[in-house]
T-cell receptor, first 114, second 117 residues
Framework: EDKVVQSPLSLVVHEGDTVTLNCSYEVTNFRSLLWYKQEKKAPTFLFMLTSSGIEKKSGRLSSILDKKELFSILNITATQTGDSAIYLCAAEPLNTGTASKLTFGTGTRLQVTL | EPEVTQTPSHQVTQMGQEVILRCVPISNHLYFYWYRQILGQKVEFLVSFYNNEISEKSEIFDDQFSVERPDGSNFTLKIRSTKLEDSAMYFC???????????????FGEGSRLTVL
């Protein structure tokens, strides 16, 4: 059974801090690792990572994948209160000709305080 | 920006009743999904749908669940005889074609919260 484990479960930081969120996975026939941000309801897409060692960056957020050690990290620099959310990691298996099926972790709840 | 829309946002129903949750995926997407999230728990895959048929379904998606694309825009999830444990947030999602390499990039709707009493 595919499994995704995230740590820490929750985190409280001060505005301006840098945080690192962790995600490890066990997936048969791995295709990609995805990060989503869930603020109130719908998860919104952040990154999709398919190759090891190539950092993806979007503003203050960046992420990298290690396919040898089966983990990914999501970094947020200079955190702001608007970064407060649950960050979800999901693994996508390689399916041949079928739709995507994501296995999600439990998420890391990040709270950024003033 | 195109988005996935879901209705209703919240439905309260009695145990044993049938519910239909509706979704309008992004128009040029070819893959459609239902996920659910029980309060405080993980987002869980229910079913994927492509080319007017179920592509894959999880163990959760038993005979009481069904999906349909009744017309060119709507995608529905029907729960035939609801149970207390069906109470959850149900997310519809859609994604591009597999060959685009972005099939895993799901666009989620705002969710339909189902409360079974």
């Amino acid at each position: 059974e595919d499994k995704v484990v995230q740590s820490p479960l929750s985190l409280v930081v001060h505005e301006g801090d840098t945080v690192t969120l962790n995600c490890s996975y066990e997936v048969t026939n791995f295709r990609s690792l995805l990060w989503y941000k869930q603020e109130k309801k719908a998860p919104t897409f952040l990154f999709m990572l398919t190759s090891s060692g190539i950092e993806k960056k979007s503003g203050r957020l960046s992420s990298i994948l290690d396919k040898k050690e089966l983990f990914s990290i999501l970094n947020i620099t200079a955190t702001q209160t608007g970064d407060s959310a649950i960050y979800l990691c999901a693994a996508e298996p390689l399916n041949t000709g079928t739709a995507s099926k994501l296995t999600f972790g439990t998420g890391t709840r990040l709270q950024v305080t003033l | 920006e195109p988005e996935v829309t879901q209705t209703p946002s919240h439905q309260v129903t009695q145990m044993g009743q049938e519910v239909i949750l509706r979704c309008v995926p992004i128009s040029n997407h070819l893959y459609f999904y239902w996920y659910r999230q029980i309060l405080g728990q993980k987002v869980e895959f229910l079913v994927s749908f492509y080319n007017n048929e179920i592509s894959e379904k999880s163990e959760i998606f038993d005979d009481q669940f069904s999906v349909e694309r009744p017309d060119g825009s709507n995608f529905t999830l029907k729960i035939r005889s609801t149970k207390l444990e069906d109470s959850a947030m149900y997310f519809c999602a859609s994604s591009e074609a597999l060959f685009s390499g972005r099939a895993g990039e799901l666009f989620f709707g705002e969710g339909s919260r189902l409360t079974v009493l």
